[in-house]
Each structure stands twice: as structure tokens, then as C-alpha cells.
């Protein structure tokens, strides 16, 4: 009677990060789920032909799930489709490459299972989501999927001052939009284990020079100014893309594989 108290059946909905298989015919399904956190559960069945939902759990696709709590993985037992992601990303390597990049990441960034992680759940579908449309460059939607990922994981880089002793950027900032000036930029060099921006006393070795529009860019992708990221010269966005990845993955301990496959897109 003990045993089947912990014993229940829930209902929850989530993206597939990654599968595995297991056995002759069965698979573990990796989600976030919008309520439970990060999940993993086993699909009984799901790699025969006759599956009744095998196609519906593979990765990218938003599921709305029926499962029962087991002693190690949970069993789903029903999976819907909600919205299936990953379609326009099957003929387009780069959008492929950067979805699977925002998968893993969301993976990393929530180590704990069944912690709640809504907001990160929710970034992942706008990421996924916008992504699917087509509307921006796939490298900025990541490099804004990534900074904002990290922020809500309390690691938002410090980009209006210096983050080891606070200095303010000199000049404030300029016009409404709230993006620091370009002169008073260049007196501040980015500090991955500082946590972004350092003041010339504050500098240690290694430290990069980003460009000022580099890291203006960086402060709109936060803040979700995309006609400023859309505007953005290539060459300011790659410098971007460099650093983003290179904070993401100091702060995680850990290298994002799937960003190899992104630079060459």
C-alpha cells in the first residue's frame, strides 16, 4: 500500500529534447515539461511500426503528455501533438543545427529533474517558435536564446557597468532604447569569469576587446530589440556569437557539442 501511494498518474505537456533507445522496442524520452521540469521517461513500444504514438515523441515536438510515476523513469502512456517543431528545420541545416543547439542547452540548464522550470520552458518554445517562422538570422535567435537562458539561470552577463567593482560605463547610455554609447564602450574590455564588462583597472590578462557594437548587440538580444539585432553588421554578429558561446559554456562546465555544428552552418 506504501508503494502505490507514491504511485500516480499525472498530466503534463513539454518539448522533446532527446531520445535513447532502450531494449528491443522501447525508448527514453528527455522533455522540459511546462509544470514538472525536466522529465525522463520511458515510451514502451515506440520503435515498432504499429506504435500508436512512436513519431510524436521524437525531438523538437511540443507533446501533450499522459504519465505514470515509476520507481527510476516514469511510463508515458498517451502523447498528443501540440505543435511539431522540428518539421521546417528537416530540410534546413542551419535552423536544424541552432534547434538542436537551444535543446541541449535547455537540457544543461536544468540538471535537476522534476525541478520546475517554467521560464526556461517558456524560452524554449518562443526560441523553437521563432525559429519556425523564419522572421531573423538563426544565429541571432540562438545568441538571444542563450543570453536570455542564462539570465533567468542568474547568469545575465553585466554589460552597462563594470562587474567587478560596479563602475558605470562613462556616458550613460544613449537615446531611449538604453544601448551604452560606442566611445564610452571602449574603455571596457569583456571578462567571461569576471561575468561581462571589466573597467581598465579592473582588467585582468585575456580578457577580449569586443567591438562597441558587439556588445551593444549583445544588450539588444537581451532585451529584445530586433530591429537593432536585425540591423547588426556580420561581422559584429559573429564576434557576438564568439563570446555568447564561450560565456554559456565557462558558466555550465560544460562544451554545448552541437555548437560546433552551428559555426559551420
Partial sequence: ???????????????????????????????????TGRVRAVAKGVRRTKSRFG???????????????????DVITQADTV??????????????TTGTAMLETAEKLTPVEKEPAMRQFLLLVGGLRA??????DPRLILDAYL???????????????????????????AGA??????????????????????????????????????????SALLRGDWAHADGSERRHQAECSGLVAAYLQWHLEHSIRSLRHVEHA
Fill in 83 to 96: 505543435r511539431p517543431y522540428g518539421k521546417p528545420f528537416a530540410s534546413d541545416y542551419p535552423r536544424y
Fill in 177 to 218: 532604447e538604453g544601448a551604452v554609447t560606442s566611445t564610452a564602450l571602449r574603455a571596457f574590455a569583456f571578462a567571461i569569469g569576471a561575468g561581462g564588462l571589466v573597467c581598465r583597472s579592473c582588467r585582468a590578462p585575456g580578457a577580449a576587446t569586443p567591438a562597441p557594437q558587439t556588445v551593444a548587440l549583445m
Fill in 55 to 73: 513519431a510524436r515523441l521524437e525531438p523538437f515536438t511540443h507533446v501533450d503528455l499522459l504519465l505514470y510515476t515509476g520507481r527510476s523513469l
Fill in 131 to 136: 525559429l519556425g517562422d523564419g522572421a531573423h
Fill in 1 to 35: 500500500m506504501r508503494d502505490n501511494d507514491r504511485v500516480g498518474i499525472y498530466r503534463d505537456d513539454g518539448i522533446v529534447l532527446r531520445t535513447q533507445k532502450l531494449g528491443e522496442a522501447d525508448r527514453i524520452v528527455t522533455l522540459l515539461a511546462r509544470r
Fill in 147 to 173: 543570453l536570455r537562458s542564462l539570465a533567468v539561470a542568474g547568469y545575465a552577463p553585466v554589460l552597462e557597468e563594470c562587474a567587478t567593482c560596479g563602475t558605470r560605463v562613462a556616458d550613460g547610455t
